[in-house]
């Protein structure tokens, strides 16, 4: 089964709204999330690195005010896409380190976002 | 500089044949490897890893080979199925907690 989740699923927004997307790890604590997007026909890109407690760590080319990343707790993360554009309707995938047992990094099912 | 390739875009093997996907890395320091199966609008699948103390790691129908000296792997499926045609994608990290470095992906296609 799934053990990582994300919600929405799919989110339609208007122009110069924001989005909150979340990201729990079901079944385990993760100290340490991450946030990718993926563009069609295209590899996923890793967006930033979301660590429990402190400030996420941004790839470069990586707006941090753009897209907000909150790790809250050992098994929540939230991305904001901050007064959304439609440049920024993509697919975002985020994942979480395992590592208790056979350490893996495992994926939630991803969130399409289409901004108007 | 692409440090995980995956020179093949695509596979095409007939069912219940041997699938073999290859996967080359750049950094000496990435010292576990993971094998994700990607379907269109999905998140990766997590489908089998190895550290880079071991050479082998078996799990069902999928292996993974590691050659360090040749900086090179490999995820074999046998007998592939139709059910197995889908996107892998070969990952590499510096451990665990560390971000992972994907290489582009291979379409495999199993043909009934």
């Known amino acids: 089964g799934a053990v990582v989740s994300q919600h929405p699923s799919r989110v339609i927004c208007k122009s110069g709204t924001s989005v909150k997307i979340e990201c729990r790890s079901l079944?385990?604590?993760?100290?340490?999330m991450f946030w990718y997007r993926q563009f069609p026909k295209k590899s996923l890109m890793l967006m930033a690195t979301?660590?429990?407690?402190?400030?996420?760590?941004?790839e470069q080319g990586v707006e941090k005010d753009k897209f907000l990343i909150n790790h809250a707790s050992l098994t929540l993360s939230t991305l904001t896409v901050t007064s959304a554009h439609p440049e920024d309707s993509s697919f975002y995938i985020c994942?979480?380190?395992?590592?208790?047992?056979?350490?893996?990094?495992?994926f939630g099912p991803g969130t399409r976002l289409l901004v108007l | 500089d692409q440090q995980v390739k995956q020179n093949s875009p695509s596979l095409s093997v007939q069912e219940g044949r041997i699938s073999i996907l290859n996967c080359d890395y750049t950094?000496?320091?990435?010292?576990?490897f993971l094998w994700y199966k990607k379907y269109p609008a999905e998140g990766p699948t997590f489908l089998i890893s190895?550290?880079?103390?071991?050479d082998k790691n078996e799990d069902g129908r999928f292996t993974v080979f590691l050659n360090k000296s040749a900086k090179h792997l490999s995820l074999h499926i046998v007998p592939s199925q139709p059910g197995d045609s889908a996107v892998y994608f070969c990952?590499?990290?510096?451990?665990?907690?560390?971000?992972?470095?994907f290489g582009k992906g291979i379409t495999l296609s199993v043909r009934p």
């Open positions: 994942s979480a380190w395992r590592t208790s047992g056979q350490e893996t990094q495992y």
């Open positions: 079944d385990f604590q993760a100290t340490t």
């Open positions: 979301s660590n429990e407690g402190s400030k996420a760590t941004y």
């Open positions: 950094n000496s320091m990435f010292d576990y």
């Open positions: 190895i550290s880079s103390i071991k």
């Open positions: 990952a590499a990290s510096g451990g665990a907690n560390s971000k992972l470095t």
